[in-house]
């Protein structure tokens, strides 16, 4: 998949972990299948924008909270 998808998946890791909910915890805040949450962590699928919302909306954390400069700067990406 592509640097950003891995990249979304990795800032995702980073908030719930940082939340301290399991996977299992954050799916269900999230209303969404575990597995699938393990898909997108991974950078294995391809998530839509509605998806991303539910995320976000899960971690308590805004668009711009999520995408933060350090994390998805043209920079950033690059480097990784």
């Known amino acids: 998949m592509s640097e950003i998808i891995e990249k979304i998946g990795e800032r995702i890791v980073e908030l719930r972990k940082k939340k301290g909910l399991s996977q299992q ?3 269900y805040e999230a209303d969404m299948e575990r597995t699938y949450l393990n898909h997108i962590e991974k950078g294995r699928k ?8 539910k995320i976000t909306t899960g971690l308590g954390v805004s668009f711009a909270t999520f995408f933060g400069i350090e994390t998805f700067s043209a920079d950033a990406l690059q480097n990784s």
């Open 25 to 27: 915890q954050f799916a």
């Open 46 to 53: 391809n998530i839509s924008i509605a998806t991303l919302e």
